[in-house]
Nanobody, 124 residues
Framework: QVQLVESGGRLVQPGGSLRLSCAAS????????MGWFRQAPGKEREFVVG????????MYADFVKGRFTASRDNAKNTMYLQMNSLKPEDTAVYYC?????????????????WGQGTQVTVSS
């Protein structure tokens, strides 16, 4: 059974940084596409970043370009999201996702596996 477990979310001040982790179990995700999505209160879940199986190909939503960096450590079966220059509008539950297809995926509907989410709150 595939499990994705996010961690690292917490309260942080505007301008601060956080690193989220997504640990996979039940499957070796080395050849899986992975991604991060987020859902703010009262809003639909939205795409943040997609990363191909090798980690070399990534695609970011415009609102995080230059601030967020996704990476993966296939040896640890883990994906990361480094978030810098955080803004109050980044407040959301962040979800990681994976799919057996190796290519970079953007659409929420393309991902088969989801974590339970981790809360990120940006506030002074």
């Amino acid at each position: 059974q595939v499990q994705l477990v996010e961690s690292g979310g917490r309260l942080v001040q505007p301008g601060g940084s956080l690193r989220l982790s997504c640990a996979a179990s039940g499957v070796t995700v080395i050849k899986h596409a992975m991604g991060w999505f987020r859902q703010a209160p009262g809003k639909e879940r939205e795409f943040v970043v997609g990363i191909g199986w090798g980690g070399a190909s990534t695609m970011y939503a415009d609102f995080v370009k230059g601030r967020f960096t996704a990476s993966r450590d296939n040896a640890k079966n883990t994906m990361y999201l480094q978030m810098n220059s955080l803004k109050p509008e980044d407040t959301a539950v962040y979800y990681c996702a994976a799919d057996v297809r190796p290519s970079l995926l953007v659409a929420e509907s393309e991902y088969s596996y989801w974590g339970q989410g981790t809360q990120v709150t940006v506030s002074s």
